[in-house]
């Protein structure tokens, strides 16, 4: 039996952690740190969960990932959708372009949010269970218990990300004030973003 807090390996019917003292019982454990606050009580392999500014941090590295190679997809294939004048409404008239800008903007846009959905919940649902940015910081993205989520609630965890985003970003900020440091979205999802024992 693994040791939740320290990792070290104890017999089957230990009551405490021969290396760290903590109790192997998860209730046990549970009613030990609401007393002593000594023990986590994190799910087993986890070290902690990520912070707020980690999180940041990964979110500005992931909108560099994606948002720079889409604009430079989005020069080749769609240079007229990059026209200042598409938001005053006119019509385009770069090459391709047979609806007014509106219209293509729309188009454009559906294929950022493809993207960026299949991005998220795709690497989130990873065996990596991190994107590019969440793996530059060390955390990962799991389940309450600590394990791999799948596709469909990454997709679910991802929708909600736009009502963490709703009201002054105030689902976001949840995870400074949060024990477990969950956004709404994590709350909704039922998911964690941890960071792994080493």
């Known amino acids: 039996m693994y040791c939740s807090q320290c990792g070290a390996d104890n017999p089957a019917d230990a009551r405490f952690c ?17 007393e002593t606050g000594a023990f986590a009580g994190h799910p087993p392999g986890i070290a902690g969960y990520g912070g707020f500014w980690r999180r ?3 979110v500005v590295i992931d909108a560099l990932v994606l948002l720079i190679p889409l604009a430079l ?38 294929v950022e949010l493809i993207a960026a959905w299949l991005y998220w919940a795709g690497l989130h649902s990873s065996v990596h269970q991190a994107t590019v940015g969440k793996m530059a910081v060390g955390l990962r993205v799991a389940d309450l218990q600590g394990r791999r989520i799948s596709f469909l609630r990454a997709t679910g965890r991802y929708l ?17 004030f949060h024990p477990r440091k969950q956004a709404l979205h994590d709350l909704i999802a039922g998911t964690l973003v941890i960071r792994p024992r080493a």
């Open 56 to 58: 940041l941090l990964a």
């Open 18 to 34: 021969v290396a760290c003292g903590a109790p192997t019982d998860p209730q046990e454990r549970e009613l030990v740190a609401r």
């Open 160 to 176: 909600a990300t736009f009502l963490s985003a709703l009201v002054f970003m105030i689902g976001y900020l949840m995870v400074a």
């Open 73 to 110: 997809i989005q020069s080749v294939i769609a240079p007229g959708s990059m026209d200042a004048g598409m938001y005053g409404g006119s019509m385009g008239k770069g090459p391709g372009m047979h609806y007014g800008v509106g219209a293509y903007w729309t188009w454009w846009n559906g």
